[in-house]
Structures are given as C-alpha cells and as structure tokens.
C-alpha cells in the first residue's frame, strides 16, 4: 500500500567522498551547497531525546520528527520563526520515556498533523502503513516498518539525502528494549538487518535518543560496530534477556498519554 500525503519530487543529492571512510556519501545539496532542503536537531535533556525538523525553503512545508511535550512551545515558536508551516507532526513509535508534543503542537500550529504507524495502536490523524510517502514540498521520507522495540516502530529514510531516522530501533552503537510493549529481540534483529542494514554504508542515521552525547551514525558504522547487532541472531537474543534494565520511570504515564496523541 502507497499513500503519498502531499505531491512533491525528490531532489538530487551531491555526492563527495567521505576521506574518514575511503567510500562516496551522499548528502543533501541543500545541506551542502544552499539547496532548499532544511534540517535541525532538537534535544530534550531530561529523556535525552532528539526531534528533527525538515523542512523544503522554497515551499514552507515542514515536518517534525519526534516532537516532546515539554518543548511544544520551543518547537512551534521555532518554526514560525524559520517561516516554515508544519504540515505533519510525526512519530517513529508510540515512546515510553517521554510524552508526545504532537497533539499540543497541532494548537500551536494550526493545520498541522499528527502522524504514527497504524501498527501503533496509537490515535492519529493519519495513520502510516510500511511503503507510505510522506512528502513536503519537493521531499520525501519513506515509512518503512521495523517492529521489534514495539510493533508499531517505524524508520523514515529520505533517499534523496541519504538519512534514516531509525527511532529507537538502532540507536547509536545500540538498540531499543525489548522488554516491555510488544518487544521481541528476534524481530528488532530481524527488522534492523533486512531493513537498515540493507541500506547504503554512507547512509547517516539520526536515532531517537543518545545517552552519551553523540548526534548521528552511519549505517557502515553500525554494521562494524555495534556490540549487540553484530552478534549473531542467538548471541543477540541472549544479550537483550540479560540486561537487567530497570523499570522505565515515564512508562506508565506516557503510554497511555501517547495512545491518545499526547493529549490527556
């Protein structure tokens, strides 16, 4: 199933050869050379994570990845600033450590949309499917399904620039739970080795959250890497059982909050 949210065209990306790698990244013309493609990272210090504005200059149309409550107003008075009108304001999964700013951004910006995985079971005013488009101005993020974290993970990738927003499904040298909220090791593994890892080495991945204060990874990094998802599939599953996590502390209040768009 193929749903396009809005009608735009994917832009040529520049390509420069990355030293640090010995190979070809490819990265956004607007990135590098004042193209009309925008991109911020936002941070929350309390859940440590990480909200991502893109954005096309010449159209005004906007997208806010994993928006938190508490920054709401930082993230709408950002935007208006920028001359930017969100369009959709979007999820990579329905989060346990932190409440979504999706239905309060939706208020501060009139017109804007929520967006989440149908899998979620989460409330949206528009509901993504693995294949979906989502498109502002002449951009693009393909929706695509990596279950495992929780069953409604989704990772958005823009092709045209050679970036992956993975969630909490790969983090950076690291990985989701699966201990809680329909978690299965067996198909995160699955999920990121057939669906991130499958992607070009030069990719840039942007996750969900960092703990010790990196921004991004690469998909070639990983790969290399990764202490848990380099394992084999039955290494894997016995790491993810005996890691002994504590409780999540937001859990049981950003659930239930997330179910309903943040708004409760």
């Known amino acids: 199933m193929l749903l396009k ?46 909200t991502y504005l893109l954005g096309d200059t010449k159209s005004g149309e906007a997208v806010l990845i994993d928006p938190v409550l508490e920054h709401a107003e930082r993230d709408a008075a950002l935007i208006k600033e920028l001359g930017f009108k969100l369009i959709y304001a979007m999820n990579t999964h329905m989060h346990a450590d932190h409440i979504t700013g999706t239905g309060k951004l939706k208020s501060l910006l009139p017109g804007s949309k929520s967006v989440i995985s149908k899998s979620s079971g989460a409330q949206a005013d528009l509901h993504l499917f693995d294949g979906d488009l989502v498109n502002f101005g002449a951009y693009q993020l393909l929706a695509t399904a990596t279950p495992g974290h929780t069953n409604g993970c989704l990772t958005y990738i823009a092709h045209g620039q050679g970036i992956a927003f993975t969630g909490d499904t790969l983090l950076i040298r690291g990985c989701g739970r699966t201990d809680f909220q329909e978690g299965s090791s067996e198909t995160l593994y699955k ?74």
């Not at 009608?7 to 990355?18: D, E, N, P, S, Y």
């Not at 990265?27 to 925008?38: A, H, K, Q, V």
């Not at 990196?214 to 202490?227: F, I, L, S």
């Open 191 to 264: 999920s990121v080795h057939s669906k991130i890892f499958t992607l070009p080495e030069t990719y840039t991945l942007y996750p969900a959250h960092d703990y010790k204060g990196q921004t991004a990874t690469t998909v070639g990094e990983e790969k290399k890497y990764n202490p848990r998802l380099t394992k084999s599939l039955k290494e894997f599953v016995d790491i993810m059982e005996n890691l002994n996590l504590p409780y999540p502390k937001m859990i049981d209040k950003a659930v239930p909050a997330n179910r309903v768009c943040g708004l409760y």
């Open 5 to 50: 949210l809005s009608f735009g065209t994917v832009k040529c990306a520049q390509r420069l050869v990355t030293p640090a790698v010995g190979k070809v990244r490819w990265i956004s013309s607007e990135m590098d050379r004042g193209s009309n493609f925008f991109f911020r990272q936002l941070f929350d210090t309390v859940s440590s994570t990480y």
